[in-house]
């Protein structure tokens, strides 16, 4: 099975208007309302791909109870635990440029933590796990390395889209994929990483560090794979995007995804990209149809 944990989930609300001036009144032209998270977004991808997951986290309040019930109404299993203080709600408006604003997160009471830890402790060798996202308040700041800890010596596969002090903390956990984007890479190395033969050479260093799989993307300049096998480099067209939510969610569904499926390392690598691409280049994620038209135009490269 296949469990995602959203630490931090809210309500994401989308508001598009035709420009965005300080102190005056805005007349929506439209707005949608999801729940969002980047756990929750890897099970949606999913859903859209047919693949089962459960989604983990801590939700409260008006805020929790609508994104639970999205979940179920999207088929989307849940075991979220319930918590007093209210899920943030998140602000993304759309005008000629995206602002968002993210929402005060909840404070996680110990007891719902301990709730969390229980049942992650029954996962097996036979599942894998997400890892994703920011930390709310009353969490400590090492909860996904201390969540490794535990559940990385029983075989659990941890795919570990996280940046900062808990990427570079949980890498000496090994985790099987980790995701970071190319600043985020070059924050861990304390480096500038400008073009994927960096971004390859700095991605051998995480495996070095501990990652057992690292995938890079790098917005226009595509993604570069690495592991102890081989290294890739993807080349997409350059296209505008339309959305720039879950395209880095995406990404680690569609790697999941294919690992599941046991398609060959390329091939792998080609479905996450495409699927990132496709979640970037449309409204709402990706789906198999989308995929598959846009992976023919991704150009992929052997790195030796």
């Known amino acids: 099975m296949i469990y995602t944990v959203t630490l931090n989930p809210s309500i994401d609300y989308h508001v598009w208007i035709d420009s965005w001036?300080?102190?005056?009144?805005?007349?929506?032209?439209?707005?949608?309302?999801?729940?969002?998270?980047?756990?929750?977004?890897?099970?949606?991808?999913?859903?859209?791909?047919?693949?089962?997951?459960?989604?983990?986290?801590f939700v409260g309040g008006f805020a929790g109870a609508f994104i639970a019930d999205q979940l179920e109404r999207d088929g989307i299993r849940h075991e979220l635990i319930k918590i007093e203080q209210e899920s943030r709600l998140n602000i993304k408006i759309k005008a000629h440029v995206e602002t968002d604003i993210s929402g005060v997160p909840p404070e996680i009471p110990a007891e719902?933590?301990?709730?969390?830890?229980?049942?992650?402790?029954?996962?097996?060798?036979?599942?894998?796990?997400?890892?994703?996202?920011?930390?709310?308040?009353?969490?400590?700041?090492?909860?996904?390395?201390?969540?490794?800890?535990?559940?990385?010596?029983?075989?659990?596969r941890i795919f570990l889209d996280a940046s900062g002090k808990a990427l570079a903390d949980g890498l000496a956990e090994r985790p099987f994929l980790i995701k970071p984007n190319h600043h985020e890479l070059g924050e861990l190395f304390g480096v500038n990483i400008l073009s994927p033969a960096d971004a390859i050479f700095y991605g051998k260093k995480a495996l070095e560090a501990g990652a057992r799989n690292?995938?890079?993307?790098?917005?226009?300049?595509?993604?570069?794979?690495?592991?102890?096998?081989?290294?890739?480099?993807?080349?997409?067209?350059?296209?505008?995007?339309?959305?720039?939510?879950?395209?880095?969610?995406?990404?680690?569904?569609?790697?999941?995804?294919?690992?599941?499926?046991?398609?060959?390392?390329?091939?792998?690598?080609r479905f996450a990209v495409a699927a990132g691409s496709a979640t970037a280049l449309s409204e709402g994620f990706c789906t198999h149809e989308k995929i598959k038209a846009f992976s023919p135009k991704i150009t992929i490269s052997r790195v030796e």
Do not use: W
Not at 241 to 246: A, T
């Open 21 to 57: 001036e300080e102190g005056q009144i805005h007349k929506a032209q439209k707005d949608r309302k999801v729940a969002g998270g980047k756990g929750i977004n890897v099970s949606k991808v999913l859903r859209n791909l047919e693949m089962d997951s459960t989604a983990l986290g």
């Open 214 to 269: 690292v995938i890079v993307s790098m917005a226009e300049q595509g993604a570069v794979f690495v592991n102890s096998k081989a290294a890739f480099a993807a080349r997409i067209p350059k296209q505008d995007p339309v959305n720039s939510i879950g395209a880095g969610d995406s990404v680690v569904a569609g790697f999941l995804y294919a690992y599941e499926k046991g398609m060959e390392l390329e091939d792998a690598f």
């Open 112 to 156: 719902a933590l301990a709730k969390l830890h229980g049942r992650l402790d029954q996962l097996t060798d036979e599942d894998c796990l997400v890892l994703a996202g920011s930390v709310p308040r009353g969490v400590p700041n090492d909860i996904y390395q201390a969540i490794m800890k535990r559940l990385v010596p029983k075989g659990v």
